[in-house]
């Protein structure tokens, strides 16, 4: 079994992300499952003067356990929102004992505009270098109009986006393999 | 008078960050000054479900009546410390009333390696394209190795960073007031 | 009179990138002209080793000369083209007598898929914080499906591209005014 | 055998990143070796127009009978140099065929300040991602300073940083074996 756990850069209650990561769960190869950490950012703004709280320790056990992770990122500011840059920032301290340290991670992101959260998706490799956290290349999962593509209740609606999630998560799962191997 | 306020990134007591800010308020010609907003980052985390709280309507208020911005920008893991990157998510919605459009912003950032900050500060250039706020060149003030350059009380004690600040804070005042006159 | 100046990254015959500059000039507010300087990008590979060819000192000559640079940006591997960056390349040295120093510069760009070229454009804004070249923010010019929008000769069709354009225009030339009352 | 192959974005004869490039070589583990493409940024602009001339030919061969790349990557105006960017551009066109598809690469770069061409490196990988080219996270090689650390022959005299490129050398062969295994 391929464990995963997926966490979503947004809190809104009628997130596209969150549904996102629901039907990426849904369209895995078998043999692989996505667990969704809700409340993964509900966590204090991050000062290193302090230990880590119960919810940081909590966690980065989750992740720690975890095969691989995904998140989902809306694009705020031209970036990831800045919720999940901080459960980032408590999650790569101290570096030597960072769960994100080799452990594959891959990104989604859907927004209504066109741009389907590009810079926030290149914002957020740029910082997984600092981890050492290695992220699937390709396929890009950048899902523009996000609002024509799942109905009120969250469900993707959209072939051509489901096929594209089966292809990531085969490719994403294929990637896991290769560095579960050596970890 | 140029009345402007400074946002440190760092929640730390002893952060390099804050001590630069207020070494920038020190270097700043005469006609200028600079009110550090502590207290800036210690908002919720930002979800767009909900109005904005007290604390927001207050940064907003406090941003909006200054000629201008500066940033002190520590680096985690490559880019800006969540709770920055929170605080402006609060404060860019919504984007025609957001009291960044159109505020001159310059950004400073200290650290205790190499690179000062660039990464970091190379990622708010490109989340303030966002929220259409024109931000200073240079002189890009990234220091290093900030711990030879502070005595233990935060005081700066380098000659060539108070220069580069002196240079750095007539720059910034120029910028301001090439924007003040058509805002 | 505004006299701009507009460099396409591409060499293809069928640029849509010189086609959405054609339609930049074309939609520029009333004394302000647009010249093309196709031939920008025939410049040997930049060596440091070298004097300026005279290719590179015309180029040079042309840019300072103009009031502005409008830079339409093809994307190819998610930054911008090698020979416009060659270009850049040239054009930035010595930096206290660049051309490009103080110069008023913004971003088109136009591509066939979704993303309108953001990659691109946010790279070039990276380099031209280097050079000191103030860029416009807003509007943002990313032309998705370029070829529904432009005729088999090159021709702007569609009307919201065309009202962007004029928008971008008032904004390029009003920056351009902000910045020439200084320089 | 571990076959690598080498590029250095600069054309100087003086080179520190040549001269990094050699280090390299010198540092490997036992069963790897390093040749460098002297000439490999020497190519016409690259225009989809056109087809591949012989250089880019020749150079697509060497680079998919190699079982890595290492990029030597100097910083102009933020960023890579324009002709290492106009040789990625030929070769990764068309994306299927491209021998940077798959193909894993590391990043080096040295510089006289000391930023050691961070900027230019984080370009880079972020290109990288559309050809879908792992690239080793870390160790990071940037090398500040590099007047002080390499002698008038371009030999490295810095014991620290032959350290590094020790652990550099040692992580590639592995990550490179990590892939070799599924290409």
């Given at each position: 079994m391929v464990a995963l756990v997926g966490i979503s850069g947004s809190l809104r209650k009628a997130s596209h992300n969150r549904a996102l990561l629901r039907a990426v769960g849904e369209t895995l190869p078998a043999g692989a499952a996505l667990e969704i950490l809700d409340g993964a950012l509900d966590l204090p703004i991050f000062?290193?003067?302090l230990a880590d709280p119960?919810?940081?320790?909590?966690?980065?056990?989750?992740?720690?356990a975890a095969d691989g992770v995904v998140f989902a990122v809306p694009e705020y500011n031209y970036s990831i929102p800045g919720g999940l840059?901080?459960?980032?920032?408590?999650?790569?301290?101290?570096?030597?004992?960072?769960?994100?340290?080799?452990?594959?991670?891959a990104l989604?992101?859907?927004?209504?505009?066109?741009?389907?959260?590009?810079?926030?998706?290149?914002?957020?490799?740029?910082?997984?270098?600092?981890?050492?956290?290695?992220?699937?290349?390709?396929?890009?999962v950048l899902i523009p109009r996000a609002h024509e593509r799942f109905d009120a209740e969250g469900r993707l609606t959209d072939a051509s986006t489901?096929?594209?999630l089966e292809r990531f998560g085969a490719a994403f799962v294929a990637f896991v393999a290769r560095y579960r191997n050596e970890s």
């Amino acid at each position: 079994m391929v464990a995963l756990v997926g966490i979503s850069g947004s809190l809104r209650k009628a997130s596209h992300n969150r549904a996102l990561l629901r039907a990426v769960g849904e369209t895995l190869p078998a043999g692989a499952a996505l667990e969704i950490l809700d409340g993964a950012l509900d966590l204090p703004i991050f000062n290193s003067d302090l230990a880590d709280p119960a919810s940081v320790v909590d966690l980065k056990a989750r992740i720690g356990a975890a095969d691989g992770v995904v998140f989902a990122v809306p694009e705020y500011n031209y970036s990831i929102p800045g919720g999940l840059k901080n459960a980032l920032d408590w999650l790569s301290r101290p570096p030597p004992l960072s769960p994100l340290r080799g452990k594959p991670v891959a990104l989604v992101g859907a927004a209504s505009g066109m741009s389907g959260t590009i810079r926030a998706q290149g914002h957020l490799r740029a910082m997984l270098v600092y981890s050492d956290t290695p992220c699937l290349n390709q396929p890009e999962v950048l899902i523009p109009r996000a609002h024509e593509r799942f109905d009120a209740e969250g469900r993707l609606t959209d072939a051509s986006t489901r096929a594209l999630l089966e292809r990531f998560g085969a490719a994403f799962v294929a990637f896991v393999a290769r560095y579960r191997n050596e970890s």
